[in-house]
């Protein structure tokens, strides 16, 4: 009797537990899975004709001061706000990121930011966003211009506005410092490769290595924890990106030669002020010739790229 007495005290207790857990606590949720690419990769769909992608719309008259900005235009409406809302970056090191020490976003990216805002005398405010948010943060005027190493082409012509040229990068692909791959081709089918999502690096794996596993993050910090987490043997995307990956990771290594892809990279901006793609190309010009571009490509890129090669020439043309 008692042993029966304590397995029913027993068997209230368990209830009484359960019955508080399920009205207190919740379920810990499982990780998510990195987004992976469909088994049958899809065929790419044709780009907009746009005639030439990196063709922008050209300055008009030389560059007006901050005090004297046309009436009515775009940049007399950022410059009566006084700042200039920037989408970017805070985790591509060297492009754009949070400097640990000052807390300040910093980069090559930024730069360029920070010339148009002191063009317009104006201040800058940053919103940090993942590549995925590049182009509906302009289509929704969130920001009046994205500075996070966007790739030109006709597609996304066909939704924003893009400044002239400002960097000339390229597809490239990381890997352990301990792999002796040369070719992201020499690697068994099925390898898990990272790339981040909505960027042009992602449709470039597929079509070149349609034997890869493709997986995607929001972020180029998400790539280089998935691959320092041994989620993905490696890395696909930008030159620039991966230079910064492989300074934060010294067990990583960038393949020496392998490029296959060119990756003109401009300032997005909504088709609807195209005054101020005008304004911004105009600062573009100043910059590539008075030196100011050359002395931000060396502080860096210099250490993992070479020292600076000509400015990219503007292409104008619509």
């Known amino acids: 009797m008692k042993k029966q007495l304590i397995a029913a005290g027993i068997a209230a207790a368990l209830l009484t537990v359960a019955a508080c857990g399920s009205s207190t606590y919740a379920a810990t949720p499982f990780p998510t899975k990195p987004t992976e690419a469909p088994a049958t990769p899809a065929k790419p769909k044709p780009q907009p004709n746009c005639g030439n992608p990196v063709a922008s719309f050209a300055p008009e008259g030389p560059l007006p001061s901050p005090d004297n900005l046309p009436a009515g235009s775009f940049m007399e409406t950022i410059k009566k ?45 940053l919103r940090v966003i993942s590549s995925p948010q590049r182009l509906p943060v302009i289509m929704n005027n969130s920001v009046d211009i994205v500075a996070r190493n966007m790739t030109i082409n006709c597609d996304r012509w066909s939704q924003i506005a893009f400044s002239a040229e400002y960097y000339h990068s390229g597809q490239k692909s990381l890997v352990p410092r301990t792999s002796e791959v040369k070719s992201l081709g020499d690697l068994p089918k099925g390898t898990t490769i990272c790339t981040p999502t909505g960027s042009t690096s992602y449709a470039n794996l597929r079509a070149r290595f349609p034997d890869l596993t493709a997986i995607t993050a929001d972020t180029d910090g998400g790539c280089l924890a998935l691959f320092q987490s041994g989620k993905a043997f490696g890395i696909s995307g930008d030159d620039t990106v991966l230079a910064g990956d492989a300074a934060q990771d010294p067990y990583a290594r960038v393949i020496p030669g392998e490029q296959f892809s060119q990756e003109p990279y401009g300032l997005g901006i909504s088709l609807q002020h195209k005054d101020f793609v005008r304004f911004v190309n105009g600062v573009l010009e100043q910059i590539k010739s008075d030196g100011r571009w050359k002395a931000s490509y060396n502080k860096w890129f210099a250490a993992a790229l070479g020292p600076a090669p000509a400015p990219p020439k503007a292409v104008y043309g619509r």
Not at 96 to 123: C, H, K
């Open 81 to 125: 706000r006084g700042r200039l809302i920037a989408g970017v970056s805070a985790d591509s090191l060297n492009l754009g990121s949070r400097n640990p020490i000052t807390g300040a976003i910093e980069g090559f990216d930024i730069d360029m930011i920070n010339y148009v805002a002191a063009a317009l005398g104006v201040d800058v405010e």
